[in-house]
């Protein structure tokens, strides 16, 4: 006779924290997010590899690539770069984030001489940016000819068809540096010539980075950023059950600093298999996750198995359509209580602690702090970094307002068949995840910082001091449907409501 779980499986709308004691030490700017990534023997040494942040994110072509990986690592948490790429391309990315110094910009608004006003003005809409270098050949890092600021032009005197060539400011009038000049030496050139824009160039001519003014400042700011020994920015990496025995030394190679098996689910063969290939080829040296998985019995496979870390979640991220589709899931908050539970049990038993990472299905930011106080050690999220200036995806405008493209690996769109691949032809017979937009949110330092302030204020709530508290004294209650009603505003009329 099949098995039937006592009780239903909940998500995390259904939870509220209620608040414990607070003394006056307990306050936002005191409160510790570093949470660890990789297994550890807790309480004998330091976890080699830990998080400022409890956030990474999701191994996806919609989310992960190397700016958001750069943007995210500053704020002190980690990109996984998505494996649904060729090998080559992904393992590019990543030795791109590790090569990335800080405050040199691969320019990303680039145009060839026969581009016209009208591009100048698509392409400041599609980045953001206002500066656009003009290249022999129109990438980052074609010979350069000119650049066109806002200060170029004037839309109500020139015509869109203007060649750019009319009005960029031809490299002869530029101050430029070569690609070897300091940080240091670039911000003095940037201070002495009263400019916005620095461009470095190779000895042939050829732009290698941007270094601009708006950013001297906030090579000050990032007090969170996660360095390596090197003083690189921290990346990790998506890779399949299929072609890991290439993909792997390729990454590894690259200099990845972790890898996840990305996989919709995670209890399986195919898993422990690639899992001991790795550590038949590299030991304990590279750093492994696997998943996802929702259970117990999961959860101690996997271990078992040798990930290094272990993320949860099945059907429940925004995109992802496999509830519907095949029927198997676990509401996201019954599905950590029960794993983290299981984590517990694994550390009092062996001595190894193996973080564990709540997966999809963050739709408010209180979800994540009560992510963190069910047990999860970090959050992996895909809508909430799809909506950001520094995700790969388009910025559009729709209905009047600016979004930005968002879609699933299991969508027609990613074809990432090897994420949901059991055995059998190499394809996706079905989509289990859908196309969609997001609103767009700005940037990314600016939304993870706001958003972090809220989880620092409820922990404060909490009596908490670090995510360990938080996990030893939360205090969590089941809401009824009618006390959420009760927890937006009601009973009252909106002044911005569209219908006033
Ligand atoms: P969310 O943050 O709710 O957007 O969820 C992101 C998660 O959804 C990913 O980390 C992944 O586990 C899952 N995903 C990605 N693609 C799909 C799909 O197409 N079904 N699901």
């Known amino acids: ?144 000819l000119g650049l066109v600021a806002s200060r170029d032009y004037r839309l109500s005197r020139m015509s869109p068809d203007l060649k750019v060539t009319e009005f960029m400011t031809p490299l002869e009038k530029l101050v430029t540096a070569p690609a070897t000049t300091s940080l240091h030496d670039c911000n003095d050139i940037i201070w002495d010539n009263k400019i916005n824009t620095l461009p470095l160039l190779d000895e042939q001519g050829h732009l290698q980075y941007m270094v601009f003014r708006k950013d001297y400042d906030s090579h000050k700011e990032n007090v969170n950023e996660l360095l390596d020994a090197n003083k690189s920015y921290v990346v990790g990496a998506g890779i399949n059950t299929r072609d890991y025995a290439e993909r792997v030394p390729a990454l590894v190679e690259a200099g990845v600093d972790v890898l996840c098996i990305d996989s919709s689910e995670g209890f399986s063969e195919w898993q422990s298999r690639t899992l001991s290939w790795i550590r038949e080829h590299y030991g304990d ?78 739709v408010h930011d209180y979800h994540i702090t009560l992510a963190l106080a069910m047990g999860a050690d970090f959050v992996m999220l895909g809508r909430y970094f799809a909506r950001f200036d520094e995700s790969p995806t388009n910025k559009l405008r729709v209905g009047g307002n600016y979004v930005k493209e968002y879609w699933g690996e299991g969508s027609n769109r990613a074809r990432n068949w090897q994420r949901y691949d059991l055995g059998g032809a190499q394809k996706l017979s079905f989509e289990e995840g859908v196309d969609s937009y997001v609103p767009y949110a700005g940037p990314l330092a600016d939304g993870v910082q706001t958003t972090l302030y809220k989880v620092r204020s409820t922990m404060c709530n909490c009596g908490a001091l670090s995510i360990e508290e938080l996990q030893q004294k939360a205090r969590l209650t089941v809401v009824s449907s009618t006390s959420i009603v009760e927890g937006g505003s009601h009973d009252v009329i909106l002044k911005n409501s569209p219908n006033n």
């Not at 330091?46 to 999701?58: F, Q, T, Y």
């Not at 320019?107 to 006003?117: C, G, H, Q, R």
């Not at 259970?295 to 992802?320: N, Y």
């Open 285 to 362: 040296k590279v750093k492994v996750g696997a998943g996802n998985v929702v259970d117990r019995e999961g959860f101690l496979f996997l271990a078992k198995a040798g990930a290094d870390f272990v993320k949860i979640g099945i059907g429940g991220g925004s995109i992802c359509i496999t509830r519907e589709t095949k029927g198997i899931g676990r509401g996201q908050a019954t599905a950590v209580i029960e794993v983290a539970k299981a984590r517990d049990e694994y550390y009092e038993q062996t001595g190894i602690y193996i973080p564990i990472c709540s997966d999809g299905g963050i």
């Open 1 to 144: 006779m099949a098995y039937y779980f006592s009780e239903p499986s909940r998500t995390f709308g259904e939870y509220l924290l209620v608040p414990g004691y607070s003394s006056s030490e307990c306050v936002p700017d005191r409160v510790s997010l570093k949470t660890p990534l990789v297994k550890y023997r807790k309480g004998q040494e330091e976890c080699p590899l830990s998080m400022n942040i409890p956030m990474v994110s999701a191994i996806m072509q919609s989310v992960s690539g190397e700016k958001l990986a750069i943007a995210l690592a500053k704020q002190g948490g980690i990109s996984f770069i998505y494996g649904s790429q060729s090998i080559q391309s992904e393992a590019d990315m990543v030795r791109r984030v590790k090569a990335y110094k800080k405050g040199f910009v691969t320019s990303d608004s680039n145009l060839p001489p026969e581009a016209t006003l009208g591009d100048v003005l698509d392409l400041k809409v599609r980045t953001g940016h206002s500066t656009v270098a003009i290249t022999d050949d129109g990438t980052a890092h074609g010979k350069l």
